[in-house]
């Protein structure tokens, strides 16, 4: 009889051991992508096209971003530039790396464009968004070609 007791007693610390080692499975808040993403949903215009820019090629650009999902980002569509400077954007977008601020971050673009990097806080205000279009040069376009600085505002 004391055999079972001591083996009842061992199995109890055995089980109130495990037990509470387990650790709080409380989610900590969305990450600063999920941020950026939902902040960027919606359509945004050019606002203020920088004077130092090559043409005025993107002046009127609105690009109109999909619903965000973390990992794999979520739909993109230009309008009110020339067509093939619309399939440079390509039709997807994503949060660049893990981004540490909501106010300086880089969209992966599906298209030739490739990488942006954006500064501003998405969810007050103009964005600033840098990217480079190098591709046209590659199949002798000359249109909408070089380095690029916009200020885009959501409506």
Known sequence: ?????????????LGVLTFSACGDD?????????????????????STPD???????????????GTFTEGTGGSLSVSGIND???S?????????????????????????????????????GPLVITFSNQDGATIGRSTGVGEYTLTITKQ
Request: aromatic residues 10%.
């Open 26 to 46: 409380d989610d900590s808040g969305p990450t600063i992508s999920s941020q950026i993403g939902t902040a960027l949903e919606g359509t945004w215009t050019v």
């Open 84 to 86: 093939d400077l619309i």
């Open 88 to 124: 440079d954007f390509g039709t997807q977008y994503n949060i660049a790396g893990m981004p540490s601020s909501i106010s300086l971050f880089s969209l992966t673009l599906g298209g030739n464009i490739g990488e942006a990097t954006v500064s501003g806080d998405p969810t007050a």
């Open 51 to 65: 004077p130092g820019n090559p043409d005025d090629y993107y002046d009127n650009m609105s690009l109109v971003f």
């Open 1 to 13: 009889m004391k055999n079972v007791n001591i083996y009842l007693v061992a199995f109890a610390l």
